[in-house]
């Protein structure tokens, strides 16, 4: 060892260590207990006089407690942190859910308004055709039978009533232009109905 260096004993438990001349105090490496060391006042003793001075609190104990407590309070920080973050995420993705079902409520809404207004349009055409028929407008019902065609694509089922109903339709115009015109088809029971 050097010159400036001496070798001292742990009062609290006796471990042997080394502490550089100039140095007030020192922290066992073994134990943790902090070590007071008195110098003399007049250079000429130097080195006579060392003596340690036991601490009545543990100063490594307490200083390894705060650094728990502080890794605690980071700890906590950090959970508090990431339930914020999941937090946010979870109503992140509320938000995202609710925005995706006023979306499919709208377009639903508006599809099967489409839907409503085509069928009204058609019954509208319907009832058109129905009137030519009695005015004896026979070419304009069967050109407004023919666009009888039910597009919005709300439903099959749908699809096929408007297509029967067109069909219906041209049929009744059929009959009554026949009837109008004296024409039978030659059945023999005819002459009964």
Known sequence: MTNNNRQLKCPSCGATFFVEDGMDSYYCSYCG???FI???HSSGEKGKHIFYHKTITDEAKIKKIELEER???ITLVDRISERISSGVSVIGFIILTIILICIFVATFASAKAKSDR??????TIVDTVMQDIENGNFEEAYISAESIRYTA???DEIEKKWDAIRKETIDQIEKAEKQANGDSDGAWWDIFG
């Open 33 to 35: 207990e902090k070590v």
């Open 153 to 155: 694509g709300w439903s």
């Open 118 to 123: 085509q069928e009204r349009e058609l019954q």
């Open 71 to 73: 890794a605690q309070t």
């Open 38 to 40: 008195q110098r003399p």
